[in-house]
């Protein structure tokens, strides 16, 4: 893509999901994956939300953002995670940094602190402690953490 109208937020998108697609699809999820990565990366270089991103499929890329978004887009295609690319993910309702020290927050991990906080709700006693060993990120720790917190009113 190098001309002018080829530059264009839909038509960047369009090219750049086929080369994002995994060659294999194992799930529904897959599917789209190559669009919602080529979505995120863009999002990212543009700093501009996916509402933004949605709403303005005829945006003119700047010519050094297009360059970025295509540094970003050759990484991934290393097989270099998202999160890693980015520096960041969700994970509970918030955001983690992250970067190659750390596995990265999984949303099948969530399932784990939902687990532990219902676990906490549901059977309470005055000796309740969470242990988070080998923590990584903190997104477990954190998670769980701020949803058992005393509510103040």
Not at 118 to 128: F, G, Q, V, Y
Request: hydrophobic share 40%; aromatic share 6%; net charge positive.
């Amino acid at each position: 893509m190098t001309g002018k109208r080829s530059n264009i937020v839909r038509n960047v998108l369009d090219a750049t999901s086929r080369d994002l697609q995994p060659k294999r699809v194992a799930c529904a999820f897959d599917r789209g994956l190559g669009h919602l990565e080529a979505e995120i990366l863009l999002c990212h270089v543009l700093k501009k939300d996916l509402a933004w991103l949605l709403t303005n499929p005829s945006y003119q890329l700047p010519a050094t953002s297009y360059k970025s978004f295509r540094r970003l887009v050759s990484r991934r295609k290393r097989h270099e995670p998202v999160a890693y690319i980015i520096g960041h993910r969700g994970f509970f309702g918030e955001d983690f940094l992250t970067d190659k020290r750390a596995l990265i927050p999984r949303p099948e991990t969530e399932l784990l602190v939902e687990l532990v906080l219902d676990k906490l709700r549901h059977e309470p006693t005055s000796r309740d402690l969470v242990w988070d060993v080998g923590t990584g990120s903190g997104a477990v720790a954190i998670s769980i953490a701020k949803s058992n917190a005393p509510r103040k009113v």
